[in-house]
T-cell receptor, first 112, second 117 residues
Framework: NAGVTQTPKFQVLKTGQSMTLQCAQD?????MSWYRQDPGMGLRLIHY???????DQGEVPNGYNVSRSTTEDFPLRLLSAAPSQTSVYFC???????????FGQGTRLTVV | AQKITQTQPGMFVQEKEAVTLDCTYD???????LFWYKQPSSGEMIFLIY??????QNATEGRYSLNFQKARKSANLVISASQLGDSAMYFC??????????????FGKGTKLSVIP
């Protein structure tokens, strides 16, 4: 029962570097999303997808790209890392028909 | 736009007492769902309870119940008989359906609950 697998768990980047946070789910969920969590700000939606080939922007999309080529995978790309992107990132998936959202374990990203 | 408001940044409760965590929401969508998640210090997100906008009765899951007042747009979480292990951040979230096959899951800023022995 893997659920939502998110990698890596920890990452340190230098300003200007790019990287991809991986997210995979094995529950055949249509809906997948990425959040960032900062102290006092809750979870803010970065990008989301309602199915393969369909993505849309959330509340804080700038500096991030996503794609959804398969139902299972929803990677988040940081194009040119900035210190403001230091945060904890969560990937989540849920069925479009309802029910709870399942979360990955989170990625703690530090940009120096 | 969808919005979730949690007005209590932090709360204290005595062990074995009940506590209510407040959540209000704003949406123009007729169909939506409300969730509560717990985030302990270890960081994972743990699903607690769900309430659909068309559900007639308040949801309950063990010691957790959701006080759903649709007209007031509130979805407060009630934890009965608090335990030390309930100390955590609690997030209220709303999934609203925007039509055209799209929906979003929006979170509040959270309430940090501390249970006192």
């Amino acid at each position: 029962n893997a659920g939502v697998t998110q990698t890596p768990k920890f990452q340190v980047l230098k300003t200007g570097q790019s990287m991809t946070l991986q997210c995979a789910q094995d529950m055949n969920h249509e809906y997948m999303s990425w959040y960032r969590q900062d102290p006092g700000m809750g979870l803010r939606l970065i990008h989301y997808s309602v199915g393969a080939g369909i993505t849309d922007q959330g509340e804080v999309p700038n500096g991030y790209n996503v794609s959804r080529s398969t139902t299972e995978d929803f990677p988040l790309r940081l194009l040119s890392a900035a210190p403001s992107q230091t945060s904890v990132y969560f990937c989540a998936s849920s069925s479009y028909r309802g029910g709870e959202a399942f979360f990955g374990q989170g990625t703690r990203l530090t940009v120096v | 736009a969808q919005k979730i408001t949690q007005t209590q940044p932090g709360m204290f409760v005595q062990e074995k007492e009940a506590v209510t965590l407040d959540c209000t929401y704003d949406t123009s969508d007729p169909s939506y769902g409300l969730f509560w998640y717990k985030q302990p210090s270890s960081g994972e997100m743990i699903f607690l309870i769900y309430q659909g906008s068309y559900d007639q009765q308040n949801a309950t899951e063990g010691r957790y119940s959701l006080n759903f007042q649709k007209a007031r747009k509130s979805a407060n979480l009630v934890i009965s008989a608090s335990q030390l292990g309930d100390s955590a951040m609690y997030f209220c979230a709303m999934r609203s359906y925007s039509g055209a096959g799209s929906y979003q899951l929006t979170f509040g800023k959270g309430t940090k609950l501390s249970v006192i022995p």
